[in-house]
């Protein structure tokens, strides 16, 4: 039989815990120089990509060396001076990060909307980090509407039931248990690794008992 969990306990936990909120790969500026590195990538071919080489790398530089304000001032230089340009939309999608672990939450959300990156992953992230945005600033309902558009943008084992579960927390916070409720069974029923980690089945009984509630 399942354990129940209480409103109370749900709230805490949602409001207390970090890992709830922030992208589980997206958490603290180590992540984003983890990220940085990554769009290194995106710079080696065509000569407006490469140009940017320079700059991030003093970005990264400046994010290994706990200088959060100069990276930050670098990446809005790259954001500016490389839009349109893979380049710039990384730095945009590094930059958005930044803003969010600073507590700027609506900053990070503008520069988050505007990315357009190809690969996959990361822009399903940036999706997903678009819903802490929203639910940082109590706006619940969207914030489970960009969890829900990454959550489905690309399934896979590791975003897909992690932005469900955050999906489910929100709708819960917006008042919404029975699509609670729906996102928790969706868990159970497809990524049982996922499901098994976070007990699942005490959300669905909390999400289902309110709905009869």
Known sequence: MSENITKEEIIEQFKGNKILKYSTIVVG???????AVLAYNYF?????????????????????NDSTQLA????EYLTSEYDGYKGGEVAQYALGNLYFEQGNYEAALNELKGVKIEDTYLMTLAIGTQGDCYSELGDYKN???MYVKAAERKTNDVTTPMFYYKAGLNAEEAGDFAKAAEYYTIIKSDYLSFASQKGIDKYITRAENSVIE
């Open 44 to 64: 080696i071919s065509g000569p407006n990509e490469k140009a940017s080489e320079a700059e991030i790398a003093n970005a990264i530089m400046y994010l290994e």
């Open 143 to 145: 914030a489970v509407k």
């Open 29 to 35: 500026v180590i992540a984003v120089v983890v990220l």
């Open 72 to 75: 930050t001032e670098e990446f």
